[in-house]
């Protein structure tokens, strides 16, 4: 289900706004394995691997993770100069905030 499809649901069940934020940022949450294997995949410093690496770092900051988005911007800050460091650094945080939203 795409965000606007889960806000217009939301919507029609006259669900409160804390109850549609959460819908949005479990859709979030639900998509960071495959907004991963986008980025691991792309070949490195790809314009592919930027622009989603670019997106990781505004949704995930938009949705409360501010320590997985500021790895995602260092990342895409590094593409060009030492990749492989950044995303050692993002991966951990991704799969924290995994863990983290999977015992809610």
């Keep these: 289900m795409a965000p606007g499809d889960i806000e ?3 919507v029609a069940q ?3 706004y804390p109850s549609r934020f959460a819908a949005l940022q479990r859709h979030f949450v639900d998509g960071l394995p495959a907004r991963w294997s986008a980025i691991s995949l792309a070949s490195l410093a ?7 690496l ?6 995930a900051g938009s949705f409360g ?3 997985l988005g500021e790895a995602a911007r260092a990342a895409e800050c ?3 100069t030492d990749m492989a460091l950044a995303l050692s650094k ?3 945080l991704l799969l ?7 015992a809610n």
């Design 8 to 10: 217009a649901d939301a």
């Design 14 to 16: 006259n669900t409160s």
């Design 46 to 52: 790809s314009d592919a691997q930027r622009a989603e």
């Design 54 to 59: 670019h997106r990781l770092a505004g949704a």
């Design 65 to 67: 993770y501010l320590a």
């Design 78 to 80: 590094c593409i060009e």
């Design 90 to 92: 993002l991966q951990p």
């Design 96 to 102: 924290m905030t995994l863990g983290i939203d999977s």
